[in-house]
């Protein structure tokens, strides 16, 4: 631990370690530094994008143990010994992940910006359920803000996943 | 946005927890899953100069049945209370904000916040459970009615850390519960929850409705408990007693609603958990 100057108080750095995309990473980072800011500007991972800022949109979200949250509310410094999971992790032996491959073949998307954190809901959700009802899948999406599509094309690309996945027995 | 700095500890166990909290004075903060006090601090609503983390003090998540009464652990999800199998606080929590959220906020994380607009307090107070609050001096027991004193503020001190809720399992009640929002992340504009219990007769023989958002604390709504307590559970009846679902209430207007616009919300849905609450008695 390192004591540095910022903001109005003096502060401690601290060690953390995390699983980054089946990669360890380790930093020394101020109690203060949000997830996303840890993921975006110290380790240059900028697939993750800063949405509402404030818990709503779901453009942040990421995996953390498998598991959907929005790293604009969780302090860097929660992940350490943890497993966090970004859209740059979706990538499988150089390919795109089935979910990938549905926004593209469905047009699940149109600006992008929602798409990382679209994408990494859904995968949760087909990790837990490989066959969701639209139902399920709007439910489990209505974190997620998309101010394009109007959702049915979203919704399509998450369906496509899943009969992919089902295809290859994942 | 960027919080104001501030030192952080994460303590192995709770009595170094509470000590690390009486250390801090009142500027430090207990960080549980951090979806009520990390948006406040973003907004610089809050500056807490240390924050108590808990994640790793050990046995505070899980729920127990023991003896009619479950015994949520404080740093249970809002994803684990909605899978719990606990009846009006599963269905409750099922309908905090989105997954994301409930993966991250905790049980008691926002009772100790006490905002009039969260979920969870009312639903405290209609099950007449307690809190286990832990301090330097021993463990003690908040009742819900005397948790709540006014807008985000609790009898908690602030050196107590708050480690259980205890909810009575009210087999043979009832429930519904019923909230008003635009988006599903929103905070409720009102919300209403309802538990009954139906006599031998058909009539009710118990009812307890808690209203979120219809004051600077999370409220019952007893004048109308009491014109329907003994009576039929009819429509006509449950109707009757939900008009008077605002009584006493003292609703914050807002960007949202209107103090008026959240009487008639108190209404409708009372009459709607109620509903619900007697159909499933």
């Known amino acids: 631990m390192s004591a540095t100057v910022s903001g109005e108080t003096a502060e401690t750095t601290h060690a953390i370690t995390v699983t980054l995309n089946r990669q360890e990473r380790s930093a020394e980072v101020e109690p203060r530094l949000l997830l996303v800011h840890f993921l975006r500007g110290t380790l240059g991972l900028t697939g993750t994008h800063v949405g509402c800022d404030t818990t709503s949109c779901g453009a942040c979200t990421v995996l953390l143990d498998g598991k959907p949250i929005k790293s604009c509310t969780f302090l860097a410094v929660q992940a350490d010994g943890r497993e966090v999971t970004t859209v740059e992790g979706l990538v499988r032996d150089g390919g795109l992940h089935p979910i990938q491959e549905g926004f593209k073949e469905e047009h699940g998307l149109q600006c992008g910006f929602c798409t990382p954190g679209m994408m990494l809901t859904a995968t949760a959700l087909l990790a837990e359920n490989p066959n969701p009802s639209e139902e399920e899948i709007r439910w489990a999406l209505s974190g997620n803000v998309c101010r394009c599509t109007g959702y049915q094309n979203i919704v399509k690309a998450v369906q496509w996943a899943a009969a992919k996945m089902a295809e290859e027995g994942r | 946005m960027i919080p104001v700095g501030f030192d952080y500890v994460a303590p192995q166990s709770l009595e170094d927890a509470i000590g690390a909290l009486a250390e801090g004075g009142e500027e430090a903060k207990l960080l549980a899953g951090g979806h009520s006090l990390l948006p406040l601090m973003k907004l610089r609503l809050a500056a807490p100069t240390l924050l108590v983390d808990l994640r790793r003090v050990p046995g505070l998540t899980g729920i127990e049945r023991q003896n009619g009464v479950f015994r949520i652990r404080a740093m249970t999800t809002h994803h684990q209370v909605a899978t719990g199998g606990l009846g009006l606080a599963s269905e409750a929590a099922a309908t905090i904000a989105d997954q994301q959220v409930r993966n991250r906020g905790t049980i008691g994380g926002s009772l100790a916040h006490g905002d009039t607009a969260a979920d969870m ?130 609703p914050p207007g807002d960007l949202n609603a209107t103090p008026e616009y959240k009487r008639h919300l108190a209404r409708v849905l009372c009459r709607r958990a109620l509903e619900e609450a007697a159909g499933r008695a």
Request: include cysteine.
């Open chain 2, 121 to 250: 307090p009312a639903v405290l107070l209609a099950y007449e459970g307690d809190v286990a609050a832990r301090g330097p001096s021993g463990e003690r027991t908040i009742p819900a009615a005397e948790l709540f004193e006014d807008y985000l503020t609790t009898a908690l001190a602030p050196d107590e850390v708050l480690t259980e809720v205890r909810l009575p399992s009210m087999d043979g009640y009832g429930f519904g519960y019923q909230k008003f929002n635009r988006r599903r992340e929103d905070w409720a504009m009102v919300g209403a929850c309802a538990l009954v219990k139906k006599a031998p007769d058909g009539s009710c023989e118990d009812v307890r409705i808690g209203l979120t958002h219809m004051g600077s604390i999370p409220l019952r709504a007893s004048a109308a408990e009491d014109a329907l307590r003994g009576r039929g559970l009819d429509s006509d009846a449950i109707a009757g007693a939900a008009e008077q679902a605002a009584e006493g209430t003292g």
